[in-house]
Nanobody, 118 residues
Framework: QVQLVESEGGLVQAGGSLRLSCAVS????????MGWFRQAPGKEREFVGN????????YYTNSVKGRFTISRDNAKNAVYLQMNSLKPEDTAVYYC???????????WGQGTQVTVSS
């Protein structure tokens, strides 16, 4: 069973920055693609971005391109989401997820709240 533990989110003013981390328990973490998702109140969960197992390829949804950066440290079994130039519409619960078999995200973190005030 793969376990994912996200760092605490927080409250930040618009224009500010926040970095989330996600620690993964599995020793084979370095083989997995990792993704970040978010869910705002009253909305469906949406894809934010992902990173391949080598860390060389990332992909972002349009609304966060140029502001968010995903990275990973395979030696630490961790993936990160650096969020800059935050906007109130970025307010959501953020989740990290593992694609362990290349067939979709099958393990999820517990979620962490990020609130951006205007």
């Amino acid at each position: 069973q793969v376990q994912l533990v996200e760092s605490e989110g927080g409250l930040v003013q618009a224009g500010g920055s926040l970095r989330l981390s996600c620690a993964v328990s599995d020793r084979t973490f370095s083989w997995y693609s990792m993704g970040w998702f978010r869910q705002a109140p009253g909305k469906e969960r949406e894809f934010v971005g992902n990173i391949n197992w080598r860390g060389g390829t990332t992909y972002y949804t349009n609304s966060v391109k140029g502001r968010f950066t995903i990275s990973r440290d395979n030696a630490k079994n961790a993936v990160y989401l650096q969020m800059n130039s935050l906007k109130p519409e970025d307010t959501a619960v953020y989740y990290c997820a593992v694609d362990s078999a290349g067939t979709g995200y099958d393990y999820w973190g517990q979620g962490t709240q990020v609130t951006v005030s205007s």
